[in-house]
């Protein structure tokens, strides 16, 4: 996919990394870095341009230290400041349950999100719209999803995706996090058209999409036949942010 690629200005659906976690934890001495995508653009509540994904992409699942960590594009091994495009700026922590917490059981800690954003450098140009070869309409606005809407996302892994929600309650869990098991509970949930798989490890944090622009929600898990959102309207009420 040409997101997994450098590239400025910056676009939504780009392949990021934060370098420092990784570095923290060991993971770049082993060779290899982790990895997710570049969600959309949002206002921070100090007015700054700031990258929108999720905790667990960009704050290494709550390890994450703001104004501090280094989010890189596309990433890399070895530090690289010509691919420094943001710093961790906020993100909300992802509450555990106890193991073999149930529902039914009533002792389940439910999360809304996995979001966080992280400020761009003064240096970093970007466009709220995706590559240009993919020819689709740029995110404008956002809106609560239906049953029914006609989505798509772009991703560092599966690329440009179509799909349909078919439903905007859901609980998800238990997923599996570096702090414990997390649940989650009015996840939207999406599956591709005609069969197709809509995402796939790596895809994490990229902006779900109706048709015409409106943006309903940001990816954070799936299951191969289904994929797992948070709505936007939560995300950017916990993160005090706006759609850029």
């Known amino acids: 996919m040409p997101e997994v690629n450098p590239h400025s200005p910056l676009v939504c659906g780009l392949q990021i990394q934060n370098y420092d976690d990784d570095n923290r934890e060991g993971t770049l001495q082993q060779g290899y870095m982790i990895i997710g995508t570049l ?23 709550n390890r994450g230290l703001k104004n501090q960590d280094r989010i890189l594009q596309s990433g890399s091994v070895a530090f690289q400041s010509a691919q420094h495009v943001a710093t961790l700026t906020d993100f909300i922590p992802l509450q555990t349950s106890p193991a073999g917490a149930k529902p039914h059981l009533g ?16 240096t970093a140009a970007w ?24 989505v798509f996302k772009v991703g560092r892994t599966t690329g440009l995706t179509y ?13 599996g996090y570096s702090p414990g098991e997390c649940w989650f509970r009015r996840s939207i949930t999406i599956e591709g058209l ?21 943006v309903v929600g940001i990816l954070y898990a799936g299951n191969g036949q289904q ?11 916990q993160l005090n942010c706006q759609l850029a």
């Open 227 to 237: 994929t797992y959102a948070c709505p936007i309207g939560e995300v950017f009420n």
């Open 163 to 175: 799909g349909e929600v078919v439903d905007i309650a859901t609980i998800v869990g238990p997923v």
């Open 127 to 150: 466009s709220q719209s995706y590559l240009p070869t993919r020819g689709l309409t740029s995110p404008m606005g956002t809106a609560v999803a239906k049953l029914g809407d006609q």
């Open 39 to 61: 969600g959309c653009f949002a206002l921070s509540a100090n007015g700054q341009t700031a990258a929108l994904s999720n905790n667990h992409v960009m704050a290494g699942e």
């Open 107 to 122: 002792n389940v800690v439910y999360n809304e999100i996995d979001a966080a954003i992280a400020e761009l450098e003064a």
């Open 194 to 214: 005609n069969g197709s798989q809509f995402s796939n490890k790596g895809d994490s944090g990229s902006a779900i999409l109706r048709t015409n622009g409106e």
